[in-house]
């Protein structure tokens, strides 16, 4: 791209967007700011606390260490992964999962901290996980919270190939069944494996997944498109994957709404070129665009990242 002379090229976040191996970012606007939860990329047993980075612009980030630990969690023991965050009721909402449990005899799933800001200090809010047994065949750990219009909350969760939906409380502390009755509906699209995330734009929800292994350079994010938050979710295809000049492992990602008219940014992890290790995964940022049709066009990862307008234009 070629700018006029004189004027100076627009400032760009690169990538990774800041230092450490994070994973499983979520990105989410929260007042005047961009803000990005990710898990602490590392040993299972270590992952006992989550750090948080906040930015006016995505570009320049501040680090804000230990929003979420074990201090204020007293049944984590190991294996805290894939925060969800959102403001509601005036205050800050944390979901995340917990103890990578292994069937329904052990302690452990998606839990929910509480905060009067977004920096923290989190803290749980039911002394409990509130979803803590596998069904339908879904690990309970990688939980997305999506609002629909008509301000319902939903929660897309599930690893292990399988993906569910349940339906929250206004209080955001419990579950409420659909109106046929049921707590859980499985909505596994083709090819799923984890990392579920929903989207809303011009009245279609997009639902988008990882698939492959998290620790392998096949990891990669696919989608589908549905008139309706329950589905069905048709498989489209994979708008994000490895690129061999750049980067492997691309996958766990959630979206971020810039300011400006269908600006779109994809949060994702990513394995360094060089680097083997499962765990070293870095956080990083890339455009996304919908065609003329509203299909999302395949992620061009980079090492640049973006150059995004500014909050204060938000409608």
């Known amino acids: 791209m070629k700018y006029q002379t004189g004027l100076p090229a627009p400032v760009k976040s690169g990538n990774p967007v800041f230092e450490g191996w994070y994973a499983d970012p979520e990105g989410v606007v929260l007042g005047n700011e961009y803000w990005i939860y990710p898990t602490y990329s590392t040993?299972?047993?270590d992952q006992t606390f989550m750090d948080a980075f906040s930015s006016s612009d995505l570009v320049n980030w501040k680090k804000h260490p230990k929003v979420l630990s074990k201090e204020n969690v007293s049944w984590l023991r190991r294996a805290l992964w894939a925060p969800a965050v959102l403001a509601a009721n005036g205050k800050y909402y944390l979901?995340?999962?917990?103890n990578d449990i292994q069937n329904n005899d052990e302690q452990g799933g998606i839990g929910v901290a509480v905060s009067d800001t977004p920096m923290g200090p989190f803290k749980d809010a039911?002394?409990?996980p509130l979803i803590d047994k596998i069904v339908n065949g879904a690990q309970p750990i990688d939980q997305f919270v999506f609002k629909d219009d008509d301000g319902q909350y939903y929660m897309y969760y599930g690893g292990w190939r399988h993906?569910?939906?349940v339906k929250l409380a206004p209080d955001l502390l419990s579950l409420v069944p659909f109106d046929d009755g049921t707590m859980y509906k499985e909505v596994t699209p083709e090819n799923y494996v984890e990392g579920p995330f929903m989207l809303k734009r011009k009245g279609k929800y997009y639902f988008m997944w990882s698939e492959g292994g998290w620790g392998l350079p096949n990891y990669s994010v696919a989608y589908a498109i549905a008139d309706s938050p329950f589905g069905p979710f048709k498989r489209v295809g994979k708008i994000l994957q490895q690129d061999l000049a750049v980067a492997t492992g691309a996958?766990?990602?959630?979206?971020?709404k810039g300011a400006g008219d269908d600006e779109w940014y994809i949060v994702y992890h990513r394995r360094p070129l060089g680097e083997t290790a499962a765990n070293s995964r870095a956080t990083c940022i890339d455009r996304m665009y919908?065609?003329?049709?509203g299909y999302i066009k395949p992620v061009?990862?980079?090492?640049?990242?973006?150059?995004p307008s500014p909050l204060n234009q938000a409608e």
């Open 95 to 98: 979901f995340f999962g917990a």
């Open 251 to 256: 996958g766990h990602h959630s979206v971020i």
């Open 290 to 293: 919908f065609d003329e049709n």
């Open 43 to 45: 040993n299972y047993d």
């Open 126 to 128: 039911l002394g409990k």
């Open 163 to 165: 993906c569910n939906m």
């Open 300 to 307: 061009k990862m980079t090492f640049e990242g973006v150059s």
